[in-house]
């Protein structure tokens, strides 16, 4: 070979060479950003070739795929139920998914391993692959229930109901809401600007109230600091007395911690039952000092308080009683101030395993899973959390928490005929804003079907917003619902 041959021969090898290693570098370093860029245009179709499996819960369609005959955007997504449902559905959009639509994407677009024989089969017999339908434990009539309640006073909160035997979801509402068909348009332009409104509304309204932001629980959490207290000696009831100063002497500060309004709470010594239907704080904040901060925090933990963030599959922000600091905060804390944080599903965990005699199911969304021809994929499995007190100390809170609702602060929760538990909340935020009303409730008591934790936000409910005028009508309606009243 002469040598303008070899040296031909020599560049073309290095070019050859060259090309290899950026295939390579492409496919082995740069292949998942590439997929992943917005500008690549084939994703954006293939994201809509694809017939996604449905959402749904009892006889509701939450969300499917819809064939536009389009070839370009084959399937777009509807949501029949709109803003009832959409802090669970979520949305699919152009380029993002949300909550129930992101928890199971990859069941729902027929990717996920668990669908490798149904696409097998569909390959073999070349059928086009479909995503696996997604059912929920969503009780309509209780979501809607719940949705119409909340929604038709004009207030921002949150509802969570469930099942207190399995750790079934029943109801997850959260106001204000919006609409998902606005997001899971093919349009980009239109999609982009819908979502930018959203996201600047000072109302927040995509955001879950009921699982991703936590508030201060008030009075409600006198629930688990009474737990922490029966726990701690079996001959405790709902007579024994306790002491109930019109005014709690907090150690080492100039401040006092005052019952609600500043009112006497009985004759200066009461029995529990009595300071839990009237709310009174100073019995429960001197409780709490007696406990000490780790009695009361292995308590909340055993409600799943402080401990491993839930998914349900969506993921649940942390709720916990703040950090170990001097009395004077414990006693506060121990009324549901000071650090405390809680979403409104912990406590409505924390009325399940009080109505479940201390036995907290893990709390789940998902019933049922079944690939396009309805064979079972997966189906939902109840499993135990932990137990948060004995039989017996669940019986006599129970006693205490009927008490709330027959004579106490929760009266406007009775539903005739049922028996139902109670505890209201309302708690301080900031000085010189309104407060948090809450309430948690469960029934019937001797078979429990149904446990609810709600919260008005600040503010929405005016400066007289209280847990038994506010926000008790509206769990009320829930467990109406949910017993077919």
């Known amino acids: ?162 099942e207190p035997k399995t750790g079934a979801i029943l109801a997850m509402v959260s106001i204000p809401t919006y609409d998902p068909n606005l997001l899971s348009k093919a349009n980009k332009a239109e999609v982009n600007k819908a ?23 008030g009075s409600t959490f006198k629930a688990v600091t009474l737990t922490a207290y029966l726990e701690s000696d079996d001959t405790l009831g709902p007579q024994s ?29 009461v029995t529990l039952s009595f300071a839990l239907e009237q709310s009174c704080n100073t019995p429960f904040g001197k409780i709490g000092m007696d406990l000490g901060y780790d009695a009361l925090k292995d308590q909340a933990e055993k409600f799943g308080i402080g401990a491993e963030p839930l998914k349900i599959p969506i993921e649940v922000a942390a709720s916990s009683i703040g950090p170990e600091e001097d009395k004077a905060a414990l006693a506060q804390a121990s009324i549901g101030q000071r650090n405390n944080q809680m979403t409104p599903l912990q406590m409505a965990m924390v009325a399940a395993g009080i109505a479940n005699n201390g036995v907290v199911m893990k709390p789940y969304l998902v019933n049922k899973i079944a690939d396009a021809e309805g064979g079972e994929v997966d189906s939902a499995d109840p499993e135990e959390l932990s137990t948060a007190m004995s039989e017996d100390s669940a019986h006599k809170l129970q006693e205490m928490m009927v008490n709330v609702v027959k004579q106490g602060t929760a009266r406007a929760a009775q539903i005739p005929g049922v028996t139902v538990g109670g505890k209201t909340g309302t708690a301080e935020t900031l000085p010189g804003k309104d407060p948090h009303a809450w309430f948690i409730s469960f029934a019937p008591v001797e078979d429990p079907k149904v446990a609810v934790a709600l919260i008005v936000e600040s503010g929405s409910a005016g400066g007289e917003a209280s847990g038994g005028l506010t926000a008790a009508p509206i769990a009320k309606s829930v467990m109406e619902a949910v017993l077919g009243r």
């Open 195 to 217: 979502s930018k409104k959203l996201e600047t509304d000072k109302d927040q309204p995509l955001l879950n109230r009921a699982i991703e932001r936590t508030y201060p629980p």
């Open 1 to 162: 070979m002469n040598g303008p041959l070899k040296r031909a021969a020599l560049a073309c090898l290095l070019m050859f060479g060259l090309l290899m290693l950026n295939v390579n570098y492409l496919q082995a370093v740069r292949a998942e950003d590439l997929r992943a860029d917005s500008r690549n245009v084939r994703n954006f179709y293939d994201r809509y070739d694809v017939e996604r499996g449905r959402i749904t819960a009892g006889n509701k369609v939450l969300a499917e795929s819809v064939d536009t005959g389009s070839n370009t955007f084959r399937f777009e997504r509807r949501y029949p139920e709109g803003k009832v449902y959409a802090p669970i559905t979520g949305f699919f959009a152009p380029e993002s998914t949300r909550d129930m639509e992101r928890a199971e994407n990859s069941l729902l677009d027929g990717t996920s391993a668990d669908l490798l024989i149904r696409r097998s089969i569909d390959l073999f017999t070349a059928k086009k692959s479909k995503g696996a339908n997604v059912d929920l434990t969503i009780n309509p009539k209780a979501q809607e229930a719940a949705y119409r309640a909340l929604g038709a006073s004009g207030k921002k909160g949150a509802v969570v109901a469930i």
């Open 241 to 269: 007395q306790v002491d109930a100063p019109q005014l709690l002497d907090l150690p080492n500060t100039t401040a006092d911690l005052p019952n609600h309004g500043g009112s006497a709470c009985g004759s200066g010594r």
